[in-house]
């Protein structure tokens, strides 16, 4: 039992560049979640999908994209990375409806745009 | 949109009681309450959700007042091991009704000998 998993760990990318990350949950859970990571900002939310084939806008949105086609698996994408985007990426995943239950997190990617 | 604050840092002792608060003035009605701690390099890992009054559960007590515009995370006994970043997160996503999670700027706890 993995848990959940992210990859990659690492990533440098230039500016314009595009790339995804890649969560995977193996607790059959129906929420999944993309988080951002910034220096004396603690977790902010991406992106968030309530199962299967759905998605939905999380606090900062802006410049991703994201796709759930398995219940399993989250992606996100930054289609033109930007130096703004430098930060950890933490995937999670529920249950059920969050925060009415534990998160569990993914060890995070940590992503560099020059 | 609601703001959930935290003291920056805290320092402690070994074998001594630590009580982080983290204040959410705007919470609203169906909003939960739950905490998480995080090592460096880590992802966050739980401790303990509240909703009101008093949670306790085998590594921690949330304490939540009426107005529930505050709640203090209770770790008795810390030991160095417990030296970590702690987060409150507020709020609460429902299928279709939408919902918000926002988390604090963290607490970082140094526990000395």
């Known amino acids: 039992n993995a848990g959940v998993t992210q990859t990659p760990k690492f990533r440098v990318l230039k500016t314009g560049q595009s790339m995804t990350l890649l969560c995977a949950q193996d607790?059959?859970?129906?929420?999944m979640y993309w988080y951002r990571q910034d220096p004396g900002m603690g977790l902010r939310l991406i992106h968030y999908s309530v199962g299967e084939g759905t998605t939905a806008k999380g606090e900062v949105p802006d410049g991703y994209n994201v796709s759930r086609l398995k219940k399993q698996n989250f992606l996100l994408g930054l289609e033109s990375a930007a130096p703004s985007q430098t930060s950890v990426y933490f995937c999670?995943?529920?249950?059920?409806?969050?925060?009415?239950?534990?998160?569990?997190f993914g060890p995070g990617t940590r992503l560099t745009v020059t | 949109l609601a703001k959930t604050t935290q003291p920056i840092s805290m320092d402690s002792y070994e074998g001594q009681e630590v009580n982080i608060t983290c204040s959410h003035n705007n919470i609203a009605t169906n909003d939960y309450i739950t905490w998480y701690q995080q090592f460096p390099s880590q992802g966050p890992r739980f401790i303990i959700q509240?909703?009101?009054t008093k949670v306790t559960n085998e590594v921690a007590s949330l304490f939540i007042p009426a107005d529930r515009k505050s709640s203090t995370l209770s770790l008795p006994r810390v030991s160095l091991s417990d030296t970590a970043v702690y987060y409150c997160l507020v709020g609460v996503l429902i299928y279709n009704q939408g919902g918000k999670l926002i988390f604090g700027q963290g607490t970082e706890l140094s526990v000395k000998p």
């Open positions: 607790m059959n859970h129906e929420y």
């Open positions: 999670a995943s529920s249950y059920s409806s969050s925060g009415a239950y534990e998160q569990y």
């Open positions: 509240g909703y009101k």
